[in-house]
C-alpha cells in the first residue's frame, strides 16, 4: 500500500537541518503521480518534521535553498513576512478588487476573523504567560479558503517557553506547521522568514521579561513534497549534496553561507529592493505613498536588527 511516509530530520543549524530534510526525501519520500492535468508525471512526498535547534547557529543559509535562500530575493521575502506587502491584499467585500488573496503576515496580524493581531498577542503572552501552551497563531479562515483557489500554505505558529537548567537561558519553542510545501522552491525560504518572525516575538518577550531566550524551530509540514515539473531539479540536487559530502569529503561550509555573508548581500540589494517593491504598491495603493515607504524602511531595519542581535557569539 502506497502512503506517504513520516520524516523525522534534526540539525543545530537551519541548512543542516534543511538539507538533512532534502537527502531524507530523496531516499525514502513516495514517488507517484497525481490525478492533475496542470501537475503530471512524477513527483515526491512525505510528511515532514525538521527540528532546528539553534537557529541562531552558523551557517546561517544553504547554496541550494532556492529562490529565496540569498541577496535581493531573500530580502524581498523578508520584508513580506514582516508585513511589507500586506496593502497588496484585496478588499474581499469588492468583487472587482483583483488583487492578493492573503499574505501570511496579513493573516497572522489582522486576521479575518475580527481583524485580530495575532502576532501582538504572540509577543504578549511569551512575555506574561511563557509556560502557557496556547499561544497559537492561525492563518486558515473557512469563509473564504474552503472556495478560494489560492490559500495558505502556512497553517498556524505555536510558541511556548521552557525553563533551562541552572545556569542556562530559558528556550522559546517556535513550531509551526504547513498543509502544502515545496521542497525545491519554497521551504528553505519559509524556513528563514518564519525565523525573522520568531525573532522579533523573542526580541519583545526579551525586553519585557529582562532575560535572554534561546531558540528551537520546529518546521512541519504535512505534505513536505517535490511537483512533477521540479522533480529532475530536486534529483539533480540532491545527487550534487551527496557528491559533495561522499565524493569531495566536503564539510556543510562548502555548501552554505555564514550569517555574516548573507547580511552583506541583503544590505547590497536593500534600496532596490525596497524601491522596487514601492513601485509595485503604487499601482493600487490609495494611501499616503510616502508615509508607506517609511513603513516599509522601518520594516528593513528590524529585519536587520533581529539579524545583529540573534547573531552567534563570536
Request: charged content about 30%.
Amino acid at each position: 500500500m502506497a502512503r506517504i511516509p513520516i520524516i523525522h530530520v534534526e540539525g543545530q543549524s537551519m541548512p543542516e537541518a534543511w538539507e538533512n530534510a532534502y537527502l531524507a526525501l530523496a531516499d525514502r519520500g513516495l514517488v507517484y503521480k497525481r490525478d492533475d492535468p496542470d501537475d503530471s508525471g512524477d513527483q515526491v512526498d512525505s510528511r515532514v518534521l525538521i527540528d532546528v535547534q539553534n537557529p541562531d547557529s552558523d551557517p546561517f543559509s544553504h547554496r541550494k535553498g532556492g529562490t529565496n535562500a540569498n541577496e535581493g530575493p531573500l530580502y524581498d521575502y523578508l520584508l513580506e513576512m514582516m508585513g511589507a506587502r500586506d496593502s497588496w491584499v484585496k478588499n474581499h467585500d469588492d468583487p472587482e478588487d483583483k488583487r492578493w488573496e492573503y499574505m501570511y503576515h496579513e493573516r497572522l496580524a489582522m486576521h479575518p476573523a475580527g481583524k485580530i493581531d495575532q502576532i501582538e498577542f504572540a509577543k504578549q503572552r511569551v512575555a506574561e504567560r511563557p509556560f502557557s501552551r496556547r499561544t497559537n497563531l492561525i492563518t486558515w479562515y473557512p469563509g473564504r479558503d474552503t472556495v478560494n483557489r489560492h490559500t495558505p500554505c502556512l497553517q498556524r505558529i505555536w510558541f511556548h517557553v521552557t525553563p533551562g537548567l541552572t545556569g542556562e537561558n530559558d528556550t522559546m519553542e517556535m513550531h509551526y506547521e504547513f498543509r502544502s510545501n515545496n521542497v525545491v522552491n519554497a521551504s528553505f525560504g519559509n524556513m528563514l522568514g518564519l525565523y525573522v518572525v520568531g525573532c522579533d516575538v523573542r526580541d519583545v518577550a526579551e525586553t519585557q521579561r529582562g532575560k535572554p531566550l534561546d531558540m528551537r524551530l520546529i518546521h512541519s509540514a504535512n505534505s513536505f513534497h517535490v511537483n512533477a515539473h521540479d522533480y529532475k531539479t530536486f534529483l539533480a540536487i540532491a545527487a550534487h549534496i551527496r557528491r559533495s559530502i561522499t565524493e569531495k569529503q566536503e564539510g556543510l561550509d562548502y555548501r552554505t553561507f555564514s550569517r555574516e555573508d548573507i547580511v552583506d548581500g541583503l544590505k547590497g540589494s536593500r534600496q532596490k529592493v525596497e524601491d522596487a517593491l514601492l513601485v509595485q504598491t503604487a499601482k493600487t495603493y490609495s494611501g499616503d505613498l510616502d508615509a508607506e515607504r517609511q513603513r516599509v524602511h522601518a520594516i528593513g531595519d528590524r529585519i536587520f536588527y533581529l539579524l545583529d542581535k540573534y547573531a552567534p557569539k563570536q
